[in-house]
């Protein structure tokens, strides 16, 4: 079946640092890949996503590309600011990106950024 | 963005009793929610799918008997956790997808079972 591995946290970086929170996957066909991210006491939120190998997703300075030869969906950002604190889940849907399809989860990265 | 609602955000019931979680789409309409599990540092597992004017789909090893899904209009989807026990105690998180088909996130019940 299908599964999402990704780093397990807790994550500390100091503001501005460079952000990498790692994300493997396995699925049978070619699935879309997610992050999302959920902010203290709120729901999950879509932060990126790419639906085909070589994609790279983007928004609010973060990235991660769909690597098919390593299936991996690392997520980076260059500088990253308090604000980013939150929990991040590398998600993954088998079917493409319909939205009634199925999620599979990670386990999810608490990211705490210290001023 | 589109928004969804739980409620209640947190609920502590005595054992056996029977708990009602809500799941509404404000400002748009869902024929499809789905409802998840998360226990805590684990991933959010689906329990099911809930349609609108049909009987729910219950992912493998999901009790359909012990986790009632009714999906009564295009706006609210509830999950009745039947007789519940110690072990049922989790963070139950519904989600829908939007008019671009994007899926968005109630912010989550805590369940506590006592």
């Known amino acids: 079946g299908n599964s999402v591995t990704q780093m397990e946290g807790p994550v500390t970086l100091s503001e501005e640092a460079f952000l990498t929170i790692n994300c493997t996957y396995t699925a049978t066909g070619y699935p879309s890949l997610f992050w999302y991210v959920q902010y203290p006491g709120e729901g999950l939120q879509l932060l990126l996503k790419a639906t085909k190998a070589d994609d790279k997703g983007s928004n609010k300075g973060f990235e991660a590309t769909y690597r098919k030869e390593t299936t991996s969906f690392h997520l980076e950002k260059g500088s990253v600011q308090v604000s980013d604190s939150a929990v991040y889940f590398c998600?993954?849907?088998?079917?493409?990106?319909?939205?009634?399809?199925?999620?599979?989860f990670g386990t999810g990265t608490r990211l705490t950024i210290i001023p | 963005g589109a928004v969804v609602s739980q409620h209640p955000s947190r609920v502590i019931c005595k054992s056996g009793t029977s708990v009602k979680i809500e799941c509404r789409s404000l400002?748009?309409?869902?024929?499809?929610m789905f409802w998840y599990r998360q226990f805590p540092k684990q991933s959010l597992m689906l329990m099911a799918t809930?349609?609108?004017?049909?009987?729910?789909?219950?992912e493998q090893g999901v009790e359909k008997d012990k986790f009632l899904i009714n999906h009564a209009s295009l706006t609210l989807s509830t999950l009745t956790v039947t007789s519940a026990h110690p072990e049922d105690s989790s963070f139950y998180i519904c989600?829908?997808?939007?008019?671009?088909?994007?899926?968005?996130f109630g912010p989550g019940t805590r369940l506590t079972v006592l």
């Open positions: 400002d748009f309409q869902a024929t499809t």
């Open positions: 998600a993954l849907s088998d079917r493409g990106y319909f939205g009634n399809e199925k999620l599979t």
């Open positions: 809930s349609n609108e004017g049909s009987k729910a789909t219950y």
């Open positions: 989600s829908a997808p939007g008019t671009y088909n994007e899926q968005f």
